[in-house]
Nanobody, 125 residues
């Protein structure tokens, strides 16, 4: 199981960015997917997730209305569309996946077993 994130970079506050998560050696469509982030000196937090059944999503309060998680099960990709990015969104963003045999309908409650290497998002004010 391999996850690879891409799309991070440097943006100005208020701009947009789209992160991608690509899956290798497994069928991403069967897995619940989450985007996490970790800023220096802070714990990793769940930003958004989408389940592997009915597409139910969850967002942390600070990104609601600005970020959108989606998935393309045909292309084996998951995305995090980040709009109106703010300096407090700066972090390393990680893609995580929950295997089908442990996933629930509520992705926020799941244990994420597989991780990518992360992609850095830097925001200038």
């Amino acid at each position: 199981v391999q996850l690879v994130e891409s799309g991070g970079g440097f943006v100005q506050a208020g701009e947009s960015l789209r992160l991608s998560c690509a899956a290798s050696y497994f069928t991403l469509a069967y897995y619940t997917v989450g985007w996490f982030r970790q800023a220096p000196g802070k714990e990793r937090e769940l930003v958004a997730c989408i389940n592997n059944s009915d597409g139910e999503t969850h967002y942390t309060d600070s990104v609601k209305g600005r970020f959108t998680i989606s998935r393309d099960n045909v292309r084996e990709l998951a995305y995090l569309e980040m709009n109106n990015v703010q300096p407090e969104d700066a972090a390393v963003y990680y893609c995580g996946a929950v295997p089908p045999y442990t996933s629930s309908r509520h992705c926020v409650d799941d244990e994420y077993d597989y991780w990518g290497q992360g992609t850095q998002v830097t925001v200038s004010s």
